[in-house]
């Protein structure tokens, strides 16, 4: 992309939006990284560069893979420096950045426009300003009414002031599915059977993966619903939401009840994780583990300790990530439905993708192959260069690169022995799932393209395959 300078009578190159977005996640990881490595930030032995920078991508890329504890490690100052990563993350530093210029009541200009259309994944720009409103509107409702929840817990358990922070630190990560804590090397095990502290942050999680478009369709619509009708009747109401929010709530369902009962079934008698439980426990538990998949990476049980079988299925939970123009990571949800459907369609032999009475156009089928088959192939090119550098249980690798791309943050304890070879290959993994295989694709694209030239057409063949 680039503009004329009338004043110098030269062009200067002016960074498209998908690298504007790149840019900037990765100047907040690199200036997080340099105020994580001062010494203010540290209390604990001074550990080398790699991973305070590590800390910071798995902040930025809202992940919570970390190799050392970062309660331990980290004074007040350095956790409050990893929050405001989290934070920045969650929503993206362009995203906070126009924000603030909304507040402010300045107009976003056309660029700043098209940037944020990119940014929140929305298909147009109109009314862009009253939708940032919003999304900072829902981010502070639901991360304050975590708090507050969360602060009957902590506050009893902690006291006033580290009960309150310790409530807002974990309801900012729950929301923004980053799965950062302040509790120890334990994560939130040691609360596996509080109800209120499960169901909250799962909450939050689930808030935060359904993607802020599914909210504000949700809040139009009963407001719609509720000036046109005084008895609620779900059907209606179901009707009245766009094809996205039904594809998101309908997919998200059967991903997380579906997650409950694979894990509780596979770890049922594991002594480990759910063996010792009551049943109402063991099914807290596996709800709460299958939320987590959903890229938040909090857990209430010992990840190392589950079996095989639940590793690998819970990678693949894990791949598919949460929902569009959320906190959430993956390949996103509607990708994975948009990839069924398409087989679907190819089973039945019809050349028309539908669902719920509507049919999708090529284009977005074909985004959302691209999308699964590019990320499958970063994962399994990342799988390849930990396997070579380091000597670990595979499925624990496998399990590390999926948590790593879809920015999850769940571990089976191997980022701790990750030699810098392995802490590099995640950083890269994490950054790459955070800012969107299609980002990096369209990055590097343009610049093929415009050394190449433009396409040739040439005529068309038929081959052979399958």
Known sequence: MEAVDFHKGKKKKVFSPTRRIAFSFFMVIFIGSLLLSLSISNKGAVIPYLDHLFIATSATCVTGLVPIVVADQ???????????????????????????????????????????????????????GIYIKRVIKYTAIFELT??????????????????????????????????????????????????????VVAGLIIAGGLGFIVWVDLRMAWKNYKDNFKIFKLRKFMASLSLHTKIVLWITSILLALGTIIILALEFTNMK??????????????????TTLRTAGFA????????????????????????PAGTAGGIKTVTFVMMLLYVHALVQGSDRIKIMKRSISDQVVKRALTIAMVSFFIC???????????????????????????????TAGVTPMLTSVGKVVIIILMYIGRIGPITMILIFAK??????????????????IG
Do not use: W
């Open 380 to 410: 399994v090119t990342g799988l390849f260069v930990l396997a070579i550098s380091e000597k670990l249980n595979f499925i624990d690798l496998v399990f590390e690169v999926f948590s790593a791309f879809a920015t999850v943050g769940l």
């Open 273 to 290: 994780t759910l063996g010792a439980l009551p049943l109402p426990d063991k099914i807290l538990a596996s709800f709460f583990q299958s």
């Open 74 to 128: 980290y004074t007040l100052f350095g956790q409050l420096v990893i929050l405001a990563l989290i934070q920045i993350g969650g929503l993206g530093f362009l995203t906070l950045l126009n924000m603030m210029l909304v507040a402010f009541k300045k107009k976003l200009s056309y660029t700043n426009k098209i940037i944020m259309q990119e940014a929140l994944n929305q298909s147009s720009m109109r009314a862009m």
């Open 146 to 199: 975590g708090s507050v929840l969360l602060s009957f817990v902590f506050v009893p358990e902690f006291g006033l002031i580290k009960g309150i922070y310790y409530a807002c630190f974990h309801s900012i990560s729950a929301f923004c599915n980053a799965g950062f804590d302040v509790l120890g090397s334990n994560s939130l095990i040691n609360y596996q059977t509080n109800l209120l502290v499960n169901l």
């Open 300 to 323: 209430t049980v010992d990840i190392g300790a589950l079996h095989v079988s639940t590793k690998l299925i819970m990678s693949m939970f894990m791949f598919i990530g949460g929902s």
């Open 447 to 464: 610049r093929y393209n415009q050394m190449k030239g433009k396409d040739i057409v040439y005529p068309q063949a038929d081959v052979l």
